[in-house]
């Protein structure tokens, strides 16, 4: 490495479990990266409220406020690590109008507010770069962006909440509940004490819609996409699709069709003898399929602080290596600046059509069964597969799991309404999404 090449200088914002990583991974890999980066990184300002004793800050300025870091003449590139979407968008976009090029790992932040944030950074010639946001150390943005660039994408799924992936592992692997489970995923740290985001959707759908905006090349609409959690789901549906050679993941899934884009989250059944159905605990995955390629996955730590880090250190190395050449990517994603997004519809949920799991308490006489096919068959639905478990001594209900052909989801909706009205149906009908993805 030439000694005489201008260091890039970052400023970091946030010393916790991200922030410590990605000061550390750049100090502990400062050679390896100054040479691929074709410059030495160097960290000269650190913005946090407390001290992080897992980093030594010896020599590099330490501001309590975080908005000196933005507006720091000598720093080069600011690093978001606060999360949140108030101060953290306050914070890039001071840093972008001081003409700093921005590096975060703040899906949220990118998912509701990315199409101005790239606007803004446009307007002053700076990148923004989130490599980060979307499943920690799995590099699926840069795949999207430059290695299936030859491809029209079909297709993505992704198990991309590590959380929720836990917590089904667990549930299924050894038949636990799932209040039980949350309470162990806090303790162990993998899920946060208001555990809303992850067990609801929410974190997916975030990340679902970074996925599909570079995959279509459609702007940013986090308000588009469909959410559903895991908190209904019972050991026995796990069963139940573990017998019909299933398995339940939370997948957050994008569609483009003939008809609009599918933009949706929820627990899925998908055959237990695919890749995607094998990712376990706190892992992630994302399947995606390409025009030319066909389906690719990508697999790996989906957070935590080193892998997160990973992907925050290659979005400056990335930077750094165009800096040095003169010239920066300016937004290396589509946003409402650029005129080549296409303006494609979001399919209404009512309109999109999977296979379907239904799970029923059902009186156990004669003909409840035809009554209900009957119903099925009224709205034009077929079922594949039936299975009614047998009672035991004094039990007057059983369990009826039925699971169909491809069907849209207002029909469905409208046949459920109709079979929760029986008097021989008890409750609600559990409903599950079905998906036969390749790969």
Same mark, same amino acid.
């Given at each position: 490495?030439?000694?005489?090449?201008?260091?890039?200088?970052?400023?970091?914002?946030?010393?916790?479990?991200?922030?410590?990583?990605?000061?550390?991974?750049?100090?502990?890999?400062?050679?390896?990266?100054? @040479?691929?980066?074709?410059?030495?990184?160097?960290?000269?300002?650190?913005?946090?409220?407390?001290?992080?004793?897992?980093?030594?800050?010896?020599?590099? &300025?330490?501001?309590?406020?975080?908005?000196?870091?933005? &507006?720091?003449?000598?720093?080069?590139?600011?690093?978001?690590?606060?999360?949140?979407?108030?101060v953290a968008r306050e914070l890039i976009e001071t840093a972008i109008r001081s003409g700093k090029h921005v590096v975060t790992a703040n899906k949220a932040l990118i998912a509701e507010y990315g199409n101005e944030l790239f606007a803004l950074a446009a307007e002053h010639n700076v990148a923004l770069r989130y490599e980060a946001a979307v499943a920690g150390g799995i590099p699926i943005i840069k795949a999207l962006r430059e290695g299936l660039a030859g491809n029209r994408i079909e297709w993505l799924a992704g198990i991309i909440n590590g959380t929720g992936n836990y917590i089904l592992s667990e549930m299924r692997e050894h038949r636990?509940?799932?209040?039980?489970?949350?309470?162990?995923?806090?303790?162990?740290?993998?899920?946060?004490?208001?555990?809303?985001?992850?067990?609801?959707?929410?974190?997916?759908?975030?990340?679902?819609?970074?996925?599909?905006? %570079? @995959?279509?090349?459609?702007?940013?609409?986090?308000?588009? *996409?469909?959410?559903? $959690?895991?908190?209904?789901?019972?050991?026995?549906?796990?069963?139940?699709?573990?017998?019909?050679?299933?398995?339940?993941?939370? %997948?957050?899934?994008?569609?483009?069709?003939?008809?609009?884009?599918?933009?949706?989250?929820?627990?899925?059944?998908?055959?237990?003898?695919?890749?995607?159905?094998? *990712?376990?605990? *706190?892992?992630?995955?994302?399947?995606?399929?390409?025009?030319?390629?066909?389906?690719?996955?990508?697999?790996? /730590? $989906? /957070?935590?602080?080193?892998? #997160?880090?990973? @992907?925050?250190?290659?979005?400056? *190395?990335?930077?750094?290596?165009?800096?040095?050449?003169?010239?920066?990517? &300016?937004?290396?994603?589509?946003?409402?600046?650029?005129?080549? %997004?296409?303006?494609?519809?979001?399919?209404?949920?009512?309109?999109?059509?999977?296979?379907?799991? %239904?799970?029923?308490? @059902?009186?156990?006489?004669?003909?409840?069964?035809? &009554?209900?096919?009957?119903?099925?068959?009224?709205?034009?639905?077929?079922?594949?597969?039936?299975?009614?478990? /047998?009672?035991?001594?004094?039990?007057?209900?059983?369990?009826?799991?039925?699971?169909?052909?491809?069907?849209?989801?207002?029909?469905?909706?409208?046949?459920?309404?109709?079979?929760?009205?029986?008097?021989?149906? /008890?409750?609600?009908? #559990?409903?599950?999404?079905?998906?036969?993805?390749?790969?």
């Amino acid at each position: 490495m030439d000694d005489s090449l201008k260091p890039v200088r970052i400023g970091i914002c946030g010393l916790g479990t991200v922030g410590s990583g990605t000061f550390n991974v750049l100090l502990e890999n400062a050679d390896a990266i100054a @040479a691929r980066a074709r410059a030495p990184l160097q960290v000269t300002h650190v913005g946090a409220r407390r001290d992080n004793p897992a980093c030594d800050l010896a020599g590099i &300025r330490l501001s309590r406020d975080i908005f000196e870091v933005a &507006r720091d003449p000598e720093v080069d590139v600011l690093v978001e690590l606060i999360g949140g979407t108030t101060v953290a968008r306050e914070l890039i976009e001071t840093a972008i109008r001081s003409g700093k090029h921005v590096v975060t790992a703040n899906k949220a932040l990118i998912a509701e507010y990315g199409n101005e944030l790239f606007a803004l950074a446009a307007e002053h010639n700076v990148a923004l770069r989130y490599e980060a946001a979307v499943a920690g150390g799995i590099p699926i943005i840069k795949a999207l962006r430059e290695g299936l660039a030859g491809n029209r994408i079909e297709w993505l799924a992704g198990i991309i909440n590590g959380t929720g992936n836990y917590i089904l592992s667990e549930m299924r692997e050894h038949r636990r509940e799932f209040a039980d489970v949350l309470a162990e995923a806090q303790a162990l740290g993998y899920a946060e004490a208001d555990p809303t985001f992850d067990v609801e959707g929410i974190d997916a759908a975030h990340k679902l819609v970074i996925l599909a905006s %570079l @995959a279509f090349g459609i702007p940013l609409q986090f308000a588009s *996409v469909y959410t559903e $959690g895991i908190t209904l789901l019972t050991p026995q549906d796990l069963d139940y699709a573990e017998e019909l050679g299933y398995r339940v993941k939370h %997948l957050g899934i994008a569609k483009q069709g003939d008809r609009g884009v599918e933009l949706r989250v929820h627990p899925t059944l998908i055959p237990k003898d695919q890749l995607l159905a094998n *990712v376990n605990g *706190v892992k992630n995955a994302v399947l995606v399929e390409g025009s030319a390629v066909g389906p690719t996955l990508y697999y790996g /730590a $989906g /957070a935590g602080g080193k892998p #997160t880090a990973s @992907a925050v250190v290659a979005d400056l *190395v990335d930077l750094a290596r165009d800096l040095s050449a003169g010239q920066v990517s &300016r937004v290396p994603s589509l946003s409402f600046a650029d005129t080549s %997004l296409q303006d494609l519809p979001i399919l209404p949920m009512a309109e999109v059509e999977t296979p379907w799991y %239904l799970r029923m308490e @059902a009186d156990d006489k004669p003909g409840v069964l035809s &009554r209900i096919a009957s119903i099925f068959s009224d709205q034009g639905i077929s079922i594949e597969a039936l299975i009614q478990k /047998a009672p035991t001594a004094g039990q007057v209900r059983v369990p009826l799991i039925v699971l169909t052909n491809r069907a849209a989801q207002g029909r469905v909706d409208d046949a459920v309404e109709q079979i929760e009205a029986l008097d021989s149906i /008890a409750g609600r009908v #559990t409903r599950i999404r079905v998906e036969i993805l390749d790969g």
